[in-house]
């Protein structure tokens, strides 16, 4: 059972735009700063976001990020057959005083 | 070029154990808070422990807190990760990350090795 709490997966068309949300509490997301990150299949994970809404050098702005309270919401516009991966938001928990993940959800590109 | 190199997994039996050593190049190591995630074998990511820049304050998760040991080498560029009494459930890749955070409340990882495999046989 994850702290954070994702939708194990999700679907869009290629070409659309897609949401992730991630739900928390007020000792992590309430409070803290959110990150995201993309897996592909058999590779480590990647750096989408950070700071719940900065996306790093060399991420395309089809990537989004935005928070809310305790969740936090990943938005992909322009979907693409090679953005299919999992995706995972991740935050620091103060009352845990641990990085905590939510479950990853799993995007497909239909 | 910014990497981390992890190794040191392997094969070993329940009780056993293994370090895990993470060397870093491309970046000023000493800048970058290093963490430990593990990936069981179909699972989402886990967090295993996260070390300060100086090293000198550690925090572990509850499932390994008494039986793994994060520790780094400043002086080495490198990050280790002690397991001991390892059970069937610790079976896991394992990646080295870091992120050069300032507090931990903006923690995040965007620095990441391709992970080392540990299975533990019951």
């Known amino acids: 059972q994850s702290v954070l709490t994702q939708p194990p997966s999700v679907s869009a068309a290629p070409g659309q735009k897609v949401t992730i949300s991630c739900s928390g509490s007020?000792?992590?997301?309430?409070?803290?700063?959110v990150s995201w990150y993309q897996q592909l299949p058999g590779t480590a994970p990647k750096l989408l976001i950070y700071d719940n809404d900065k996306r790093p050098s060399g991420i395309p702005d089809r990537f989004s990020g935005s928070k809310s309270g305790t969740s936090a919401t990943l938005g992909i516009t322009g979907l693409q057959t090679g953005d299919e991966a999992d995706y995972y938001c991740?935050?620091?928990?103060?009352?845990?005083?641990?990085?905590?993940f939510g479950g990853g959800t799993k995007l497909t590109a239909l | 070029e910014v990497q981390l190199l992890e190794s040191g997994g392997g094969w070993v039996q329940s009780g056993g154990s293994l370090r895990l050593s993470c060397a870093a190049s491309?970046?000023?190591?000493?800048?970058?808070?290093m963490t430990w995630v593990r990936q069981a074998p179909g699972k989402g990511l886990q967090w295993v422990s996260t070390?300060?820049?100086?090293?000198?304050?550690?925090y572990c998760a509850d499932s390994v807190k008494g039986r793994f040991t994060i520790s780094r080498d400043n002086s080495k560029n490198t990050l280790y990760l002690q397991l001991n009494s390892l059970r069937a459930e610790d079976t896991a890749v394992y990646y080295c990350?870091?992120?050069?955070?300032?507090?931990?409340?903006?923690?995040?990882?965007?620095?990441w090795g391709k992970g080392t495999t540990v299975t533990v046989s019951s």
């Open positions: 007020s000792s992590n997301i309430g409070n803290n700063y």
């Open positions: 990350a870091g992120g050069s955070v300032v507090v931990l409340n903006h923690h995040y990882m965007d620095v």
């Open positions: 491309g970046f000023t190591f000493t800048n970058y808070v």
């Open positions: 070390i300060s820049r100086g090293g000198g304050t550690t």
């Open positions: 991740g935050t620091w928990d103060s009352s845990l005083s641990a990085v905590v």
